[in-house]
């Protein structure tokens, strides 16, 4: 196969689990979004050094931990960070994860439909709106407190839908 | 999901998380594996949430030099995806170039520029200085540029031009309408035409239009000057008409046919030169591969009676040569071979061809390969990296003597000199191409060379039984000579230059 057409096959296929983790820890705006464009452009620098049919996400999860650790160093945004240890495990479990994305975007469309309105309202604020956890706040009426509770609640549900849908036999 | 770790995380995503919280978030981490679990759970959750909610989409763009061709079946999968994504660099580990055009002919140029550019050979983006003469620029857009000395144009992008100053005629076909040229303060777009533009060094235009319309702006202004019209423009941009005068440029047909013209005059001065070199005493083997007729299947070597030089070849075609009329073997297929036998020992050889190589996309493409690979043997080929490698063979040790790359993507497709001398007296093995030592390296051993059955354009040995590696010449090959003594550089550069193509 020609290989800037494997090489996309593959990114594709991880793109999501590779952003899980940027968005993971790296605070939002953005820089999470220059992070996975660099990511990519190291991915596809490198490819030659992968190794066909050797695991591409955990591959592609270590150079984007690079990269993520490339940007702590150079913003110095986070006085604190996650230790190496920590951050291996992270990518280590990420990328032992069997899910296909693509089951994951349709269980998530149908997740999504089922979720009660309210939890559904904060989701799209957070994530459409790119909005934090204080202004969730401010425009549902909450308190910052009940407004992490509620989000916590509103992912707690679209998890355990996930994780029914997902489940080996039901997908 | 753990409440603690989901705040955490919402902390951490909006930049508020303080020290003492992310240490906390490591310690969760590295000891509860379930909070391992949940955060990895989430994460995932996060990116999908953003793609499928988002809005906007997540738009890696892959750096590098732009490729023309091979992105766009990827990139039409991958809009087809429905992302939006643009591979702009080539693929890891293959060929790849750099060129907006490629020059086609030359006459008689006289460039200022320490290596001047060969005709077929890809032009990147940069200056073309001519002091005199003229050439022919074929834009990848399809419009074609004739340029006149003294000239100094600047090659912008494969439909963009930049003239300093000279003379040039532009042809654009409908599918490179929009082919602009730039001056210091003018600008040309082209609306389906073909004009011609004078431009001195002092600033002053004169746009002469043959056929179609070219829109003019300058000074702020725009205006579209028709078919049969011209107009000088001054360096302060005011315009006026003059009468078109397609004579005074050059056309695509006068400069074929005095590039053509000049051709011949090259072809046959090497014709004289090449029975000249035929009588030369140091040569061992000598191939004009002019002598043969085309049904013929053997390779007359210099002498003039029957002798296991002369060559057997086996499938290489004849094809054209160096200019129109001149003889050259094609070799493509990998059975592709020319077999001769000598049964000499050398201190010193010299190689000498013209070759065309089309691709470098086998591990090595034979030039002259002994057959075996053992004491004595001589292999000369050409790597897939475009390095020129000369591989001895002593009594128990072996020493590849290559070149730095010789062959990149845009030097294919068009003739070169290559000449490799292994000199045992000064103890040297020298490369040369096109006329010009690129390396010389000292040697590693001592032995004596033997060249026995040897190959033109493959390698005779096969691996296991019949199978063969595919080590053949992807192109032409229309000289070939071995010398058994050392050649000097300044005789090597003789027979590059009385050789070469076009100047």
């Known amino acids: 196969m020609d290989r800037g057409a494997e090489f996309l096959r593959l990114f594709l296929q991880n793109q999501r689990r590779i952003y899980g983790l940027i968005l993971a820890l790296v605070p939002n705006g953005p820089d999470a979004d220059d992070i996975l464009q660099e990511t990519s452009a190291v991915l596809w620098q490198k490819f030659d050094e992968f190794e066909p049919g050797s695991n591409y996400a955990a591959w592609a999860l270590r150079i984007a931990r690079y990269q993520v650790m490339a940007y702590y160093t150079t913003k110095r945004r986070q006085r604190a960070r996650l230790s190496d240890e920590t951050l291996d495990a992270v990518v280590e479990r990420l990328a032992s994860r069997p899910e296909r994305e693509d089951a994951r975007a349709v269980a998530l469309d149908g997740c999504l439909a089922d979720l009660p309105e309210e939890d559904r309202r904060l989701i799209e604020l957070r994530y459409r709106g790119g909005a934090s956890v204080v202004d969730v706040a401010r425009k549902s009426g909450r308190t910052v407190e009940a407004a992490y509770k509620a989000l916590h609640r509103a992912h707690e549900r679209l998890l355990q839908c996930m994780r029914g849908k997902l489940a080996p036999g039901n997908a | ?503």
């Open chain 2, 1 to 503: 999901m753990n409440e603690e770790l989901s705040l955490l995380m919402d902390a951490l995503r909006d930049g508020t998380i303080e020290d003492a919280q992310v240490a906390r978030l490591d310690q969760l981490l590295a000891e509860h594996p379930e909070a391992l679990d949940q955060f990895v759970e989430r994460a995932w959750l996060q990116s999908d949430l953003r793609h499928q909610l988002g809005g906007r989409p997540v738009a890696p763009a892959l750096p590098g030099r732009p490729r023309l061709w091979k992105p766009l079946a990827a990139a039409a999968a991958v809009l087809a995806a429905g992302l939006l994504f643009w591979t702009t660099k080539s693929e890891p580990g293959n060929p790849s170039y750099e060129g907006c055009a490629v020059l086609t002919r030359a006459l008689e140029p006289k460039w200022d520029a320490a290596t001047p550019p060969a005709i077929g050979s890809v032009l990147p983006k940069g200056r073309l200085s001519l002091i005199s003469g003229s050439i022919q620029v074929e834009f990848f857009s399809g419009a074609r540029v004739i340029l006149e000395g003294p000239a100094d144009f600047e090659l912008v992008s494969a439909n963009e031009g930049f003239c300093r100053h000279g003379k040039l005629r532009a042809f654009v076909p409908p599918q490179a309408q929009g082919f602009t040229v730039r001056t210091a303060s003018l600008k040309l777009v082209d609306r389906g035409t073909e004009f011609g533009l004078r431009l001195d060094r002092g600033g002053d235009a004169e746009l002469h239009v043959f056929q179609g319309r070219v829109e003019l702006q300058s000074a702020g202004a725009s205006q579209e000057v028709g078919v049969g019209n011209a107009l000088r423009v001054d360096a302060a941009g005011t315009a006026r008409a003059i009468s078109a005068d397609p004579e005074a440029f050059l056309t695509l047909s006068e400069l074929n046919l005095r590039s053509t013209e000049e051709a011949k005059d090259r072809y046959a001065r090497w014709g004289t030169a090449s029975d000249r070199l035929r009588r030369d005493p140091r040569l061992v083997l000598y191939y004009s591969f002019e002598d043969a007729p085309s049904w013929s299947r053997e390779l007359r070597c210099q002498r003039p009676e029957r002798s296991p030089l002369d060559g057997a070849i086996i499938g290489a075609r004849w094809a054209e040569g160096r200019w129109a009329g001149k003889k050259a073997l094609e070799f493509k297929c990998p059975g592709d071979r020319v077999r001769f036998q000598d049964a000499g020992e050398y201190e010193s050889l010299t190689l000498m061809t013209w070759v065309r190589v089309d691709g470098i996309d086998r591990p090595y493409h034979g030039l002259m390969l002994t057959d075996g690979w053992t004491s004595g043997s001589v292999h000369w080929q050409i790597t897939k990296k475009g390095l020129l490698k000369l591989g001895i063979h002593g009594d128990n040790q072996m020493f590849d003597y290559d070149t730095p790359v010789v062959f990149s993507p845009s030097q294919l497709g068009r003739w070169v000199h290559l000449c490799t001398v292994y000199d045992r007296e000064a103890r040297e093995v020298l490369h040369y191409v096109d006329g010009r030592l690129i390396c010389r390296i000292p040697l590693r051993f001592d032995t004596v060379l033997r060249l026995g059955n040897v190959e033109l354009g493959n390698w005779g040995v096969p691996l296991h039984g019949n199978i063969y590696e595919v080590r053949g010449l992807n192109g032409r090959m229309d000289e070939f000579a071995i010398f058994g003594k050392p050649l000097r550089e300044d005789e090597i550069r003789a027979l590059y230059e009385i050789g070469a193509p076009a100047p």
